[in-house]
C-alpha cells in the first residue's frame, strides 16, 4: 500500500486513497482530520483529548451530484467512530459497507465498499494507518514550517519595502531615490546620456492640511501619487521627499540634452495638468497646483546630494516667482538662495538687536489734513543701510520671520497709537494702518495677538487699521473674512490695500467687510495723463461709493496727479507728494504742526 | 446510405442511418436527412478505414444545428452485423449536453483544475457517454480523474476511438470538428442501465508487478516482465513466442488484475519493447497479477451476460426505454475470435433481447462503472448500455 513521499498532505492522502481505491475494491475513501481553530490540520498530544474534527478529503468528490464534505450521515459516522474509540468500526447502510479506521492522533479514515473487507485484511491495516498517521504529522510539520517560512519572508520582503518607500504614499523614499539616482548618474556618466531630476512643490497644501486636517491632507497626498505614477514611465521613479515635496528621477532621456530638456518640461506639464485636476473628498473639492524645479545630470563633478539641491533650489525660485511651467536650475539661484539665507539670518539677528524702526507715511484729505498714516517697517543695518523692504520681506514671508517681524510692528504701532493718544493727537487723525501678510492672516491666533497687543498698550482699537492686499485677500478668502468681521466687532477696521493688481471678483468685495479700498499706485501715476488709470480710478472710486467704503489714492507724487484724483471724486491720498515716510517722532511734530496751524 | 426501416411495434426507435461507404459526402446527406427528420441530436459511429477528412468535416459539423458526438473506431456494428467500413448514425429525440476536453495529453489532470470542476456539471447522477481518443497517453488518467470529480451514482459507458495501428488522428465527432487529443462527455437526459462482462479466465499466477511506469510493465517478481510472461505461457500452452509472434500469442492471453473481491480487470498486452510489456491501460506497481486466456464459449458468453444484465438493470425502471443498446465491444476481442465474433453479436443479441436495436462499436479500451461503482478503462471486455 503506498503512502507516498509528498510532503504535502493533501496529495500525500491522495496518493494513499487512490491505492487503497484499486487495491481494495472501494468505491470512495473519506478523510477527516483533527483540526485547530484555525481549520489548519493538527494532531492531539494525547488520546482522548477533545478535538475538533473536520472533513478534509473524499476521493471522488461527490455521490449523486452531492458534495461528500456536506454528507451529514458521513459525518454522523465518524462522530459514532470516535466516540466508540475504538481503532476501527464497521456500519453497514444501503448496500454499502463503511469502514472507519483512527489514524492515531490525526482522525479518522472511512472506506467505503460493496464487500465487508475481510477480518484479516482490517488488521492488516493497522501498521499502515500508523505510518499514515506518520506522514501526516511529517506533512503537518512541514507545511507547518513552510508557512512560518512564507510568513517570514513576507515579513521580510514588507520590511525591506517600507526601509525604501514612504508608509503613506507607498512612494520610493528618500534612500530609495537616492539609489536610483546613484546608479542612474553613474549610468549616464558611463554612456554619455542624460537624466533629470525633477522636484515638486504643493501650492495651498498646508493651508488645506491645517484647516482641512491631516486625513484630507494624506488623501490628497496618496491622489497627488497615484496622479504622478500614472503619468511617468516605469522606468521613472517618483519620490516622496517629505512633507508636500515629490521628486521624480527620470533617468534616460537620450543623449541630446536638448531633447531630453523638452521631454522634462513635457513631463512636467503633465504634472501640472494632473496635479490641478479637482481632487473629489467625500464630495468635497480640493484644488492645489504645483511649482517645479528641474536639473538635467549629469554635469562636471556634480554628486548626488548637489543634483537634489539644485532642482529644489529651481522649485523654490518658481514658486517665489509664481511660475506655472517648471524652471531649470541655474547658478544664479544659488547665489540667489545663499543671499536669501543671509538676509534670514541677518532679519533675525535684526530682530533681536533692535535694528528695526516703524515709519510713517501720512494720510490726507483734500484740505491736506492728516488724517491718518500707514505704517511702513524700515531696517538700519549697516550692511544693507535702508534696505527696501520689497527686497526682505518677500525672503521673510518665506519662513515664519514675517510672524515674528509681523508681532513686532503690530506691537510697535500699537505704542505709538497710545503715545498719540495721550499726546492728544487722535481728533483728525482717525487711523494708524499696519500691513499684514498672508501668513499672518493663516495664523490661528492673529485676532487674539491684535486684541492682546492692543491691551498691552492699552492703546485705542477704533484708531488701528489693517491693511491687507487685495491678492492676500483673495487667496485665504473666508480667513480674511472672519478676521476682518472679528476686528470690526472690536473696533478695528480694515482696509484693502494695493486694490486693483489683485484677481478678486466683485462677488468678493461685496463679502469683505472692510473700511477702505487704496487704489493701487500703479493707476495714480500719470494719472492726469492716462485715459486708461482714470477710467479704472474711476471706477474704483464708484465701487467704493456704491459700497460705503472710502477709497485712498496711493503713490500720488504729483500736483497733477493730486487735481485729477480730486475730479474724480477721490478724497484722500498718500504719496511722496504730501510726505515721505518719516520716524514716529517726526510724524508727531508734523501732527503737532498740523494742529497748531489749525488752531490759528 | 439509408434510413434503416424499423419493424418493432413495442419501441419508438429514433431514427438510424447505416452507410455502407463512409465519406464524407454521404455523411453530410446524412446529417442533412437526419435533421430534416427533426432530431435533436445526433450520434455518429464510424470507421477508421472511412478515411475522413478533418479539414473538409470542420464546415460540415459546424454547420449541424443540433449536437453531435460519436467517434471513429477500428469497425461498427448494427444489428449482428459488423463492417470495417461504413458509419452508423443515431438521431436521438432528446438534447444532449456535451463537454469536450481538449488537449488531453497536456492537460492538467488535476481535481483542483477549475476547468474540470466547470466542465462536469452535473446535479444529479445523470448518465454518461463518454469518448475519448484512445492514443491520448492521458486518457486513463482522464477517465479516473472524471469519476474523482463526478463521484459515484452516474451510469457510465464509453470507448476509446482511434485506429488500430495507434497512429494518432482525430477521431472524435463533434461540432468543433473532428478533433484528436481530446475526451467528451455527453450527458444523456435519459436514464441507461449498463453492464460489462469480458469472460477471461485466471491461467497462471498471482505474480507481483514489481516495476511498472504508465502502462509499461518492466518488472515481474524482479525479472524482467516478458521474460516472465513468455515463459508462463510457453510453460503452460505450449505456444512459443519467436521475434514475430509476440502480438498473435498475446492476443490470447491479456494479464489480469484480481481485486480483493475477485474481480478480474483485464489489461491487453499489445507490444513488446525489449523485455517491457506495454498495455492499453495502465498496471499500477505492487499489483498482484494473473496472466489469462480465453474459452470461446465463456468469451461469447460474457458478450450474453453484458446484454441481458444491462436489460434487467433498466427493466427496474418505471420509465419507458427507447429499446435501443449501445455496445462497445473491445477490438482484440474481435480479433481474438476472428470469424467467430460473429457469435459474439448473435449472444449480445439474445442477451439485449431480440426485439431491440443494438448499435456498437469495436473499440480500443472501454469505460464502465465497475460492480463497486467507480469508472474504469477496461480492456478486452464488452460494455452494452440500454435506453
Partial sequence: MAIGNDLKLVEMLRIFMRVSMSRLDLSSVHVFLFCDHSGTPTYTDFPGKPMVIKHYLSIPQKYLGAPWAECLVLQAMVAQHLESKSLSSTIVLNNKTYHCFSLPAHGVIVFEGINELDAVVQKSLDPIFKKLSLSCYACIAHESLLKEMAARHLAEKTIAHQAAHDELTQLANRRKLTERLEESLAHCRYHQRCGAL??????????????????????????????????????????????????????????NREEAELIVCGTAARIHDAVEVTFDLAGVGYNISCS???????????????????????????????????LAYHPDMSEKHNTRLAYASDLKAALKNNEFELYYQPQFNCD?????????????????????????????????????????????????????????????????????????????????????????????????????????????????????????????????????????????????????????????????????????????IALGNNLDMEILAEGVESREELECLQELGCQQYQGYYFSRPVPFANLLAMMHQSQVEEVE | MALVEHNNNVYELPPIWLDAEGTDEQLGKALESLVNFGVNSILILACSDNEHSADQLKSLLGACPVPVFGGIFPGIFFNGKCRARGMLLVGFPFVVDIDLYNDLSRANLCIENPSWQDGVKI????????????????????????????????????????????????????????????????????????????????????????????????????????????????????????KNNFFEIAKNFPLGIVGINEDIMVRDPIQRIKNDLICVGCVPVNTMIYILQGRRKFIVEAAFLAGEQSGLKLQQLSHKPLGMALAFDCISRSLYLGEDFSDELLALSSGVGEDKTIIGVLSIGEIANTARGTINLLNKSIVVGQL
Fill in chain 1, 368 to 540: 491736506h489734513e492728516i488724517i491718518g498714516a500707514e505704517a511702513l517697517l524700515r531696517w538700519h543695518n549697516p550692511k544693507y543701510q535702508f534696505e527696501s523692504p520689497a527686497v526682505y520681506i518677500p525672503i521673510a514671508e518665506d519662513s515664519d520671520l514675517i510672524l515674528e517681524i509681523g508681532d513686532w510692528v503690530l506691537n510697535e504701532a500699537c505704542r505709538h497709537l497710545k503715545v498719540l493718544q495721550v499726546q492728544g493727537m487722535l481728533t483728525e487723525f482717525k487711523k494708524l494702518s499696519i500691513n499684514v501678510s498672508g501668513k499672518q492672516l493663516t495664523q490661528q491666533d492673529f485676532f487674539a495677538r491684535i486684541c492682546q497687543a492692543l491691551a498691552i498698550t492699552d492703546a485705542p482699537p477704533q484708531n488701528l487699521a489693517i491693511e491687507i492686499t487685495e491678492n492676500v485677500l483673495v487667496s485665504g478668502v473666508n480667513q480674511a473674512i472672519t478676521l476682518m468681521s472679528d476686528l470690526q466687532g472690536i473696533g478695528v477696521e480694515c482696509s484693502i490695500d494695493d486694490f486693483g493688481t489683485g484677481y478678486s471678483s466683485l462677488a468678493y468685495l461685496k463679502r469683505f467687510p472692510a473700511r477702505m479700498i487704496k487704489i493701487d499706485r500703479s493707476f495714480v501715476r500719470d494719472i492726469h495723463c492716462d485715459a486708461e488709470s482714470r477710467s479704472i480710478a474711476r471706477m474704483i
Fill in chain 1, 198 to 255: 525633477l522636484f515638486i512643490d504643493l501650492n495651498q497644501f498646508k493651508s488645506i492640511n491645517d484647516v482641512m486636517g491631516h486625513d484630507v491632507g494624506d488623501k490628497i497626498l496618496q491622489e497627488v501619487a497615484q496622479r504622478l505614477l500614472s503619468i511617468t514611465r516605469s522606468k521613472d521613479t517618483v519620490a516622496r521627499f517629505g512633507g508636500d515635496e515629490f521628486v521624480i528621477l527620470l533617468p534616460d532621456l537620450g543623449r
Fill in chain 2, 123 to 242: 446535479d444529479s447522477a445523470a448518465d454518461l457517454l463518454v469518448f475519448v481518443d484512445a492514443t491520448a497517453k492521458t486518457s486513463e488518467a482522464f477517465i479516473n480523474t472524471l469519476y474523482e470529480t463526478i463521484g459515484g451514482g452516474s451510469h457510465v459507458i464509453g470507448g476509446g476511438a482511434g485506429s488500430i495501428d495507434f497512429v494518432q488522428r482525430p477521431c472524435l465527432f463533434t461540432r468543433a470538428g473532428l478533433l484528436q487529443d481530446a475526451a467528451m462527455v455527453v450527458k444523456l437526459p435519459v436514464p441507461m442501465r449498463c453492464a460489462v462482462d469480458h469472460g477471461w479466465e485466471v491461467l497462471d499466477g498471482p505474480y507481483l508487478v514489481t516495476e511498472a511506469k504508465g502502462t509499461h510493465v518492466k518488472t515481474i517478481d524482479y525479472l524482467p516482465a516478458f521474460q516472465v510472461y513468455r515463459d508462463s505461457i510457453e510453460r503452460v500452452t505450449g505456444n512459443q513466442f519467436d
Fill in chain 1, 292 to 326: 517645479m524645479g528641474y536639473e538635467m545630470f549629469p554635469n562636471l563633478d556634480e554628486s548626488c546630494s548637489d543634483i537634489v539641491k539644485n532642482a529644489d533650489l529651481a522649485m523654490y525660485e518658481a514658486k517665489v516667482m509664481r511660475q506655472r511651467v517648471a
